[in-house]
């Protein structure tokens, strides 16, 4: 083995991309060893994974599941911390080496923040911290020292083309987009898609808010924008394409008009392994990709007027300051209230329009800044017509 | 500029890729200087060329056009070498900082050898001399400190893939091929094909002899062979697959499944740039690829019943020692057998399978077998009925 990560703690250790990481940590076991887990609430599936797998710690966010797990199981011999300020603390534990952030949504903030100041080297997963708070992110990472890796197939895919190559050699991003399960529906089709239509991606199986976020391109969108403070690209040199097999997870352009992709068959153990051992590969028995069998990879233009969501979040990115957090903020609140059937497909991107339109715009937002814009964004959704009221 | 090669001598300065590195060199004038031009009898063009382009010196190798370039650029104030020693004498001078070897056929093979035993850097066009004698050409590499770079758009995509990457962690090539124009003709209508058929390759504008081999799927056999010499990967590890719009140059898969592909636009001038500024990119105006526009990349199984070169250069390749040198010199008679109408095309991969089966094998050629084996393959062919009267 090379000098790779030993310490792996994993935020969101019960989610899609946690258990997965799992995964990848036993089947390198005992090389990896396992820090810390974490949930928000799945309290049950944590005290699975802590008596299969032995970790130092837990840290449970929601203080009555704390006691649960407690009470599930009284012989844990590790550590136990609850709340925010206990995943804080799990994340900037001085014998991490490797800190998955795999955290669903805004929740993710605070715990990767500590993390990166912390100086520690971070799998990237949670694309809403970037999304809400790119600047302040990628500032901190360079004061603390921090490494972000992508973690998402197309950012994965990115790094790997982009190994080797000179960073001034580069011109122009193309991120691929499956086009989720809504991609040939007319406009008109659109008015009537159920939160169950949403959930059956294509392609992927990933969490129900992403899956969502996938099939109305705000995903693509918040890719976009990851992309940019990610990888330091300006926004106008990155492109979307449709392209529905979700072979090509992305592909990187050169100056001299070469440009190299990455490909695999749909699956999340290959970036999560990657992020594990960058920039080495270790053995992963993926399935081969046969391209005859495949017989024909496909793309088609992004089509904004059917999913404005892309749109805005171009735009959020060109507004900059605190846009990309009310953008966040506000999909995160209507995404859930149309999985929770009380707002239509097509509300989605109005909700999230109105609230860029309507909140105060703040050029140079500190970190607190950010919690207080996402927070007022939240109260003023949950108690504003638009999305109480709008499921008419 | 970073460190770039600054004297450049062109062998085969007259033929496609030679004219093409010449339009490289003048784009980067006057960091690029030109030092040897060459050709074989296109003296004319090497006139033009001289007189624009002002070379440290010319070599010639036909001994009766060499007169006749003296008499057409009387004022040329470079100096001028005669027949194969003349070439030996441009490839070998310590002057160098690269040598593209852009010759047509075995005929590159001593004049490439003198570059490799000169420990230049040489950008390796001429693909014969590996499927020849790939064995004694790496050696000699290895031994003379010399550096081979691709130029075909399949080894260099390939080269590209691996930039930064751990030679270790190489799973398999997939080189692609067009098909060529007779992708899907029958094998009945395949009987009736002609050189102006051959010669009317759909995405390639490139020299008579390899738009044939590229017909017959012999140069996607070639580059089997030359990808296993240049890269050091087992034959086993190295696959084909037809991709009609050749977009996609090749792909390399890893050990964690993952590949990664190169594409472009089909054209010449992204691998002889690649190869002249490795590893840097310069700027090159290729027209941008818009996938959308392109709309499918598609792919297919080779087909070896109706195109059996490929599956005899794998059978070459594994057979090793001077099979190669058969197989090229073979392939060379039938060819240009072929391209004067003189035999089917058919009878193309016939001919080469009986050179295969019936000349002496050698398991460890010297440079001096491989230039005796090349000489008796040609003679045996030229005297024998294959290729004098199976045009019936």
Chains 1, 2 share one sequence.
């Not at 609430?41 to 710690?57: C, F, I, M, N």
């Not at 449709?242 to 100056?255: A, D, G, K, N, T």
């Not at 008009?257 to 053995?283: C, D, E, F, N, V």
Request: charged fraction near 20%; hydrophobic fraction near 40%.
């Amino acid at each position: 083995m090379h000098s790779l990560p030993r310490n792996i703690t994993v935020l969101g250790s019960t989610g899609s991309i946690g258990t997965q990481t799992l995964n990848i940590v036993q089947r390198f076991a005992p090389e990896y060893q396992l820090r810390w887990l974490t949930c928000n609430t799945k309290v049950e599936d944590l005290a699975e994974q802590a008596s299969a797998l032995h970790p130092y710690g837990v840290a449970i966010r929601d203080e009555g599941a704390c006691k649960r797990f407690k009470n599930l199981l009284p012989d844990f011999n590790g550590r136990v911390l609850c709340g925010e300020a206990g995943l804080c603390e799990a994340a900037s534990d001085t014998e991490n080496d490797f800190v998955m952030s795999a955290m669903v949504g805004f929740s993710g903030v605070a715990p990767t923040m500590a993390a990166v100041e912390s100086g520690h080297t971070i799998g990237l997963a949670n694309k809403e911290t970037m999304v809400s708070a790119g600047k302040v992110f990628t500032e901190a990472a360079r004061k603390f020292d921090a490494t972000l890796i992508a973690v998402d197939s197309e950012h994965s895919a990115i790094l790997q083309c982009l190994i080797g190559e000179n960073p001034n050699a580069i011109a122009r991003f193309i991120i691929t987009a499956s086009g989720g399960p809504f991609r040939s529906h007319t406009s008109e089709q659109l008015q009537h898609v159920r939160a169950s239509d949403a959930l059956a991606h294509p392609n992927w199986k990933m969490g129900d808010k992403i899956t969502v976020d996938s099939s109305t391109l705000m995903n693509k969108g918040f890719e976009v924008i990851e992309a940019h403070w990610l990888f330091g690209i300006d926004t106008s040199r990155i492109d979307v394409v449709i392209h529905p097999q979700s072979i090509i997870h992305s592909l990187v352009e050169f100056v001299d008009g070469s440009i190299k992709a990455q490909l695999s068959l749909p699956s999340m153990l290959l970036p999560i392994q990657y992020a594990l051992t960058y920039p080495h590969r270790l053995p992963l028995a993926m399935p081969p990709l046969d391209l005859a069998a495949v017989g024909a990879l496909t793309f088609e233009k992004p089509d904004t007027v059917r999913f404005p969501c892309l749109r805005l979040a171009y735009e959020a990115l060109e507004t900059g300051g605190s846009a990309g957090c009310v953008l966040n903020a506000a999909n995160e609140v209507a995404v859930q209230a149309f999985l929770s059937n009380q707002i239509a497909f097509i509300e989605i991107p109005r909700i999230v329009e109105e609230a860029l339109n309507n909140i105060e715009h703040l050029s140079h937002p500190s970190m607190s800044d950010i919690l207080a814009i996402d927070r007022e964004t939240r109260n003023r959704l949950l108690w504003n017509s638009s999305v109480q009221h709008s499921h008419s």
